[in-house]
């Protein structure tokens, strides 16, 4: 499976972006997948994740911000950011889990056999 995430950018605080994230291969819509953020000299942080239900689940400090969505007729899983903020600056990854594992396990990095390249997301104050 690859991954290609796109839609990273420069936005001003308040605004909005629209991640996506294309995989390949034929089994996606089993998989579950997510959302990961990395922020300089910080670690790998859970953003959040749709199951192969297309159940989501997200981190407290982006609930009610950021919405995860799946296509499973494009191989695409979303994540749309609204009303961004600064401490939202970071690269933004996409993983899957091909065994759609329970949550909250799922919420481990570890539990995601692939990743895409991040893109990057930079909100100005």
């Known amino acids: 499976v690859q991954l290609q995430a796109s839609g990273g950018g420069l936005v001003q605080a308040g605004g909005s972006l629209r991640l996506s994230c294309v995989a390949s291969?034929?089994?996606?819509?089993?998989?579950?997948m997510g959302w990961f953020r990395q922020a300089p000299e910080e670690e790998r942080e859970f953003v959040a994740l749709i199951n192969r239900r297309s159940t989501a689940y997200y981190a407290v400090s982006v609930e009610g911000r950021f919405t995860i969505s799946r296509d499973n007729t494009k191989n695409t899983v979303y994540l749309r950011m609204n009303s961004l903020e600064p401490e939202d600056t970071a690269v933004y990854y996409c993983a899957a889990d091909r065994h759609s594992s329970l949550y909250p396990r799922s919420r481990n990095p570890d539990e995601y056999e692939y990743w895409g390249q991040g893109t990057l997301v930079t909100v100005s104050s």
């Open positions: 291969g034929h089994t996606f819509s089993s998989y579950g």
